[in-house]
């Protein structure tokens, strides 16, 4: 028989996972289905529901609703709670498990597609949103020398700071007392890729061979991206390989079994021009 998955966000249209998911059960010889339900603004809860009553097994969670899946799920993992957001249920009779994949999928990219060890790095991320708050954790258990958080509003980067000071020793700031620091990882984690606006940055923030990373996918050069290299970076990504790793760690969670991730990373990316 086969089972059934989804992904759910609003709005919905542009996403890959279902053609994720279809190439990772092909590989693996997994039998299921999964599509994309787009949820009404209010509907979350009463959209899973729907979906679980009609036999389904799990869903991926995209924007705007990580932060109602966690509160949805009955058994929230502790990266989950910690980050406040879930992109992941999985239905087990009356218990719905959460899990926030985001972060290992930004961790798996770096590491392993990109080759960039993050143990004893300096990393930095901007933005203080949820994006951040799901990759914190997973980054700082590799090491990292320096893990920094900037923000528009210095306020947000020290409460999030103070929020995982029992995980994780943050440096945190605004964007204004960036002048100075040189970073061997920059991580864009806002969304001022898709607005298209230009984030006040230093040029010197990137360190010699540093990389600039763009969580947002798709797009070729991003503003964030323009930014690195008109500083003189030449290692450019943006975030289609962490969609992928992120996707492959739920489908190993629900099936017990991880697909390969490379092919469909090559086959998803767009040039950097």
């Avoid at 994720?20 to 299921?32: E, L, N, S, V």
């Avoid at 010699?208 to 503003?223: I, Q, R």
Wanted: proline letters at 5%; a neutral charge; aromatic letters at 8%.
């Amino acid at each position: 028989m086969t089972d059934r998955y989804a992904v759910i966000g609003h709005p919905i249209s542009h996403s890959k996972s279902p053609q994720i998911h279809a190439a990772f059960a092909q590989a693996t010889g997994q039998d299921i289905s999964y599509t994309a339900i787009e949820a009404p603004l209010e509907g979350f809860a009463t959209t899973v529901q729907a979906f679980r009553a009609q036999g389904g097994r799990g869903v991926n969670v995209t924007l705007p609703f990580k932060l109602q899946a966690c509160e949805f799920a009955s058994h929230p993992s502790d990266a989950a709670r910690l980050a406040g957001a879930a992109n992941a249920l999985k239905f087990d009779g009356e218990r719905v498990w959460a899990e926030n994949f985001d972060g290992v999928g930004l961790v798996n990219d770096l590491q392993n597609n990109r080759g960039r060890a993050l143990k004893g790095a300096r990393v930095l991320l901007l933005g203080a949103g949820g994006a951040t708050r799901g990759a914190l954790l997973p980054i700082a258990l590799q090491g990292p020398a320096v893990l920094a958080v900037a923000n528009r509003t210095a306020d947000k980067a020290h409460a999030l700071r103070r929020d995982f000071v029992a995980h994780a020793a943050l440096q945190a700031s605004g964007y204004d007392e960036l002048a100075g620091e040189a970073f061997d990882v920059v991580i864009n984690a806002t969304s001022a890729g898709l607005s298209g606006e230009a984030l006040p940055l230093p040029a010197s923030l990137f360190a010699p061979g540093a990389l600039a990373y763009d969580m947002v996918y798709g797009k070729g050069l991003t503003p964030f991206l323009r930014q690195a290299q008109a500083a003189g970076v030449a290692a450019l990504a943006d975030g289609v390989g962490m969609l992928v790793e992120q996707a492959a760690e739920a489908f190993a969670w629900w099936r017990g079994v991880r697909p390969g991730t490379r092919e469909v990373i090559a086959r998803l990316s767009v040039p950097l021009v």
